[in-house]
């Protein structure tokens, strides 16, 4: 049995109950270390496997390999598994007979917006901006559309140090297609002891504030900031 597992994206008491029992039922637990870390206290007796951060692909064949054993095994995900998690990566190394279960989590836009407002209360899509799996070209295309779509956009992996310019030259796309009166919202480290939050217009974004934990939202023609929140109104009204 394979449990893949979003913890959420942090906080103990953001974890959903299904994950804990989850966890605490398991055999061997399977993640990257910082991960492991974050759930540290409600491991007892399980066997721990962990590695870095671009391990996916060998932290997904150990666990299906493991649980051919007999064993029950759980891979975290911070966030939701199946959301640039663990979850499609299980499923495509794995074989038909192989047992998963995908157990859901706080993703990141979720956790992010909740310390921005509420700025997902219309349509919105996620992003990711990272080019590791995905050609430069595409996302920026992908931005461009969403852009005169007129969605929220959520940026997952803004900005690594190899790609530090990816989320400005996203940004100033945007800003090309809609406006500069657009709003951006940066959070770091959500529901996290370090978390902090910032809502900008796109024209004033401090990108040095932008960093590998953090989440960047971008508003619609609507978004505003109501009582120093940003919000999506739930109608359309620009």
């Not at 007129?150 to 803004?158: A, H, L, R, S």
């Not at 529901?191 to 989440?215: N, P, Q």
């Amino acid at each position: 049995m394979i449990y893949v597992i979003g913890i959420g994206p942090g906080a103990i008491e953001k974890m959903s109950e299904e994950a804990k029992i989850a966890i605490n039922h398991s055999d061997i637990i399977v993640g990257y270390k910082t991960y492991i870390k974050l759930i540290e206290s409600l491991l007892t007796k399980q066997e721990v496997v962990s590695n870095g951060m671009r391990g996916e692909v060998e932290r997904c064949r150990e666990a299906i390999e493991l649980s051919r054993t007999g064993k029950t095994v759980s891979v975290i995900s911070s966030g939701d598994a199946g959301v640039y998690g663990m979850a499609g990566l299980i499923y495509e190394l794995a074989n038909a007979d192989d047992v998963i279960k995908v157990i859901p989590g706080i993703t990141a836009s979720s956790a992010s917006a909740a310390c921005l407002g509420a700025p997902l209360m219309h349509d919105y899509c996620h992003i990711s901006l990272s080019d590791l799996l995905t050609p430069y070209d595409l996302i920026m295309d992908r931005v461009k559309h969403a852009a005169h779509g007129d969605f929220v956009i959520c940026f997952y992996n803004p900005k690594s140090h190899g790609r530090k310019d990816h989320i400005k030259v996203a940004l100033d796309h945007i800003k090309a297609i809609q406006g500069e009166h657009i709003l951006v919202g940066v959070v770091k480290d959500a529901s996290r002891e370090e978390e902090a939050s910032y809502i900008f217009k796109i024209d004033e974004v401090d990108y040095d504030l932008i960093d590998m934990t953090s989440m960047v939202i971008v508003g619609n023609q609507a978004t505003k900031v109501i009582h120093g929140k940003m919000v999506t109104p739930r109608g359309y009204h620009v």
